[in-house]
């Protein structure tokens, strides 16, 4: 194992660990206080919620823009990828960053436009991000495992481990995907996400903050998306020695 091998497996050490971090009393906290709000909610309002996510992001992650070129063959340098990869999160995240100022700036309406906008904005990054390790992204399983990717950084600690554990295994977990994308847990994502993001959301929306606010959080959470996708496929290669150049 070379220097930046080891470098990055010690890296990769501390985000599992992080990642199967037992939850703390606030997480658990902010967590029921979410889920009593969550109920709060009619039924049918979830459901028009869970549809309009649902379809967006199937629209976005299964869109012909986000076909990227042919799947790198033969042994990568991981030294090499990861200089590409890290140049692409810091691209995205500043594209998301301008894109939050100017949908926020404008207040309420044009806030509504941030979450397809923002949403685009990371599911391509994440493409790259899988192309660039040497994985087919045209792969409908390789889809997938971007949105357990995407997952895994906004979810709550307690889902977080759980999505940790089923994509550490990901060599067999995939076997038992459901081949009708519709069979997906598309309630949990999207209230995962939401509860991610409702708050800071909210803010955007008013004017005079909004784009302050806009700005800010997208630039932290697209730049997380990225750090969890890039040891997500250090986790896939660490396991797969064999794509990695000496």
Not at 4 to 32: C, G, H, V
Not at 72 to 84: C, K, S, V, W
Not at 210 to 232: D, E, F, P, S
């Amino acid at each position: 194992m070379n220097s930046y091998e080891d470098k990055i497996t010690r890296e990769l050490a501390e985000w599992q660990s992080t990642m199967q971090r037992t939850p703390s009393f606030s997480n658990e906290s902010i967590k029921n206080f979410q889920s009593k709000i969550q109920n709060l909610i009619p039924e049918k309002v979830h459901q028009v919620i869970t549809k309009a996510v649902k379809e967006l992001t199937r629209a976005v992650l299964f869109g012909a823009a986000f076909t990227t070129s042919n799947k790198i063959t033969g042994p990568i340098n991981l030294m090499d990828a990861e200089d590409h990869v890290k140049e692409r999160i810091n691209f995205y995240t500043s594209s998301a960053t301008a894109e939050g100022a100017i949908t926020g700036f404008g207040g309420f309406l044009s806030g509504l436009a941030d979450f397809p906008l923002w949403l685009s904005i990371k599911m391509k990054m994440l493409f790259e991000i899988a192309h660039s390790y040497g994985f087919d992204t045209n792969d409908y399983k390789e889809r997938i495992y971007i949105l357990y990717v995407f997952q895994l950084a906004f979810s709550s600690q307690q889902r977080r481990i759980e999505l940790y554990h089923f994509i550490s295994n990901w060599e067999q977990n995939q076997n038992n995907l459901p081949e009708d994308i519709n069979n997906f847990d598309w309630r949990t994502f999207q209230q995962e996400y939401r509860d991610h993001l409702d708050i800071a959301k909210l803010l955007q929306l008013i004017p005079g903050i909004g784009a302050v606010v806009g700005a800010y959080i997208n630039h932290k959470l697209t730049n997380r998306l990225g750090k969890t996708a890039m040891n997500a496929y250090r986790m896939r290669l660490v396991q797969n020695t064999p794509k990695i150049e000496d």
